[in-house]
């Protein structure tokens, strides 16, 4: 339930305690108690302005919690991170959120120091997980889309599940209501004004909620034959008799199934959606036009591959949920709560007949 007892005036002094009279609710913290803000009731911020890994913590039964809002500001290249999730032991909601200054690090998941270690504990221990991430990707200027792409493949390899691109916030600040699966990027202030303004918050909660998670397991025999596809192509690459000109194309290809390869271990539809479609348009999958060597032709074994890695995740992500998990039955996300249409009783009935 929502705590009836916040004052929406206390909000403006959000920034102002740091490090002041610092308590949690129940669960577990990563980083120092001067990069917390616990003195506001119901509200914890997260500062990520000091040297360090950033703070991390996991409040567990959110729903019974007092906290209502977690929030943190100065997302420049850092990776403002909320995770809900469900333990699977007490079956009730806890909560994952951080400001991760050094994400992608490749030993952000062992660095006991580092809140994405903390992260990766929580989807590896929790069902129904729901992910909503974000930085100030604007910085960037022309390579926006493409860094935010590379922090999404990152994200979802750190993780091991799906991050999901539409739930990719450009933004450098963030005010999550954990209660209500709400994300907004601003300040708590302007935030909390938003969220009592919003009519269909809880048609939006319902959307996130149909979006949860559960397990994914890779089928064996699609990542076996992927594995040797690479292999056979890299040792095409190096024979001393092969037709030098295809050198490109090699590369090209290895390249493309090997991001293949991780996007399918985790699930990350994203990625294996977007060369499923260009092997069935028979486009490039990148900016380079030369990427369409990739696909010799639409019978060729990189295409089969590609699109039998595509349509084995997105059939064991739809069956995650009742209403197809956030993903419509042509292949492409629910692009918002508007057209999220759930299942009545008797179609649900009907379907198991």
């Avoid at 994914?216 to 040797?228: F, N, Q, T, V």
């Amino acid at each position: 339930m929502y705590s009836k007892e916040l004052n929406p005036d206390t909000l403006y002094s959000c920034d102002h305690y740091w490090g002041n009279d610092v308590s949690f609710p129940k669960g577990t913290q990563v980083g120092k108690d001067s990069w917390f803000e616990t003195k506001i009731d119901h509200v914890i911020g997260l500062s990520g302005n000091d040297t360090g890994e950033g703070p991390g913590l996991v409040i567990e039964d959110i729903e019974h919690s007092d906290v209502d809002i977690l929030w943190t500001s100065g997302l420049n290249g850092c990776m403002g991170l909320a995770i809900l999730g469900i333990n699977p032991v007490t079956k009730k909601t806890d909560v994952f959120f951080t400001h991760a200054r050094h994400y992608e690090k490749n030993d952000a998941t062992t660095d006991k120091d580092n809140p994405m270690s903390l992260a990766r504990q929580f989807v590896q221990s929790h069902e129904g997980i729901r992910v909503f991430w974000g930085t100030d990707f604007t910085k960037y200027g022309s390579q926006t889309d493409a860094k935010r792409q590379e922090a999404q493949k990152k994200l979802s390899n750190t993780l091991g599940c799906w991050v999901r691109s539409d739930d990719c916030f450009n933004t450098a600040e963030m005010t999550f209501f954990p209660k209500h699966s709400l994300l907004i990027p601003k300040l708590p202030p302007s935030a909390y004004k938003d969220y009592k303004e919003d009519n269909n918050r809880e048609r939006k909660k319902e959307f996130s909620d149909s979006k949860q998670l559960g397990e994914y397991k890779p089928d064996p025999s699609i990542e076996g034959e992927i594995r040797l596809h690479i292999a056979a192509l890299r040792k095409d690459r190096t024979s001393s008799a092969r037709l030098y000109h295809q050198d490109k194309k090699r590369d090209l290809k290895i390249q493309a199934l090997t991001e293949i390869l991780e996007a399918y271990h985790v699930g990350n539809y994203d990625v294996l959606r977007q060369y499923q479609r260009a092997a069935e348009e028979n486009k490039s999958p990148y900016m380079d036009p030369d990427g369409k060597k990739i696909w010799d032709s639409t019978q060729g074994k990189t295409v089969e591959l590609a699109q039998k890695a595509a349509q084995d995740a997105f059939n064991k992500i739809r069956d995650m949920g009742k209403d197809g998990c956030g993903l419509q039955e042509n292949g492409e996300p629910i692009p918002t709560y508007r057209q999220y249409h759930p299942k009545t009783n008797s179609e649900l009935s009907s379907s198991f007949l």
